[in-house]
């Protein structure tokens, strides 16, 4: 009888959970709690071309609290800047890996699917600024978007060598890289330490670290490697190694050399021919027509030249 009775609870417990499903569905229409419907701009529209038709990625500068991080105080980024970014982003990061595969494919196939932008900085608590967010490989926060100068940007500009290393990282997670890799610095990877244990990058650099981040852990030093290489040229690179003295050049060598055979392996992309492509867009970025929604000028060699 006991029995009995609990599977006549069980049961009303299921045909009430499919009668509050039910009701959900037909109360949405009305739902008050709905996304408010936007009224699509130029900007959205040259957004549906550019990014979700081109690419699948949906490029988001509207402010919505549910995509952003509630620990932080967060502001909204600017329409114009907004726009900019829109273009820096394509031309100094999506088009690079375009023309190394010759193709959009690779960039629909792995890139996150959502891009998100906040005007202001996110300071930690322990008063660190944090320049960008991947999470599950789905979507990039990028922060400080009130900072962006379009026509100062360079190679070395953050959210793009952002881009870059945030993208290594979904690389990494879908064919991992060889463990001799880890094996190098094994035991020097100091986690949350990095900016307390380093002081300055040339510290990091001495010790086997292209940057201070990238004594964080292996993951991060193999991305920090990938990021770091294409966005400086031979020159700078080269005086780099110099400041990591021997010990340390031979420690940042021996891992680049994995990282770059994985590229090259895994990925068929030599991170040499990457470099001379990063450099050279961002070397024509500053010059990108940040103010027409018109596709047709976007390239810098039509600016100035149409009738
Ligand atoms: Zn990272």
Not at 115 to 132: D, P, Q, R, W
Not at 137 to 164: C, M, Q, R, W
Not at 186 to 198: H, L, M
Request: glycine share 4%; net charge negative.
């Amino acid at each position: 009888m006991k029995k009995n009775l609990i599977y006549l609870l069980f049961s009303a417990v299921l045909f009430c959970t499919a009668l509050t499903a039910c009701s959900e569905d037909e109360l949405s229409a009305t739902s008050v709690v709905r996304p408010s419907i936007t009224e699509q701009n130029d900007f959205d529209r040259w957004l549906d071309r550019n990014y979700v038709q081109t690419y699948n990625i949906k490029f988001k500068y509207r402010f919505e609290d549910i995509e952003s991080s509630m620990g932080y105080y967060l502001t909204p980024a600017k329409y114009e800047q907004s726009i900019a970014m829109a273009k820096l982003i394509r031309h100094m990061c999506l088009e690079v890996y375009d023309e190394l595969t010759g193709s959009t494919e690779f960039i629909r196939n792995y890139f996150p699917k959502i891009l998100y932008l906040v005007g202001s900085y996110a300071y930690k608590t322990n008063g660190s600024v944090v320049l960008g967010t991947a999470e599950a490989g789905a979507k990039i926060t990028f922060y400080n978007l009130d900072n962006l100068v379009p026509k100062e940007v360079n190679a070395k500009t953050s959210y793009f060598k952002t881009t870059h290393h945030e993208f290594a990282h979904i690389l990494n997670q879908t064919k991992p890289y060889p463990t001799d890799f880890t094996e190098i610095s094994g035991p020097k990877y100091v986690q949350d330490q990095c900016f307390e244990i380093y002081k300055t990058e040339d510290q990091a650099q001495q010790d086997g670290f292209i940057s201070r981040y990238a004594s964080k852990s292996d993951g991060e030093d193999f991305v920090e490697l990938i990021s770091l290489y294409v966005n400086r040229t031979a020159e700078e690179w080269e005086s780099m190694l110099k400041t990591a003295g021997s010990t340390g050049r031979a420690t940042i060598e021996a891992k680049f050399e994995i990282v770059y055979n994985y590229m090259s392996n895994s990925w068929d992309i030599d991170l040499n021919k990457m470099r001379e492509i990063v450099l050279r867009r961002a070397a024509e970025a500053p010059d990108l027509d940040f103010d027409s929604l018109d596709d047709e000028t976007d390239a810098p060699e039509n600016s100035g030249t149409n009738e």
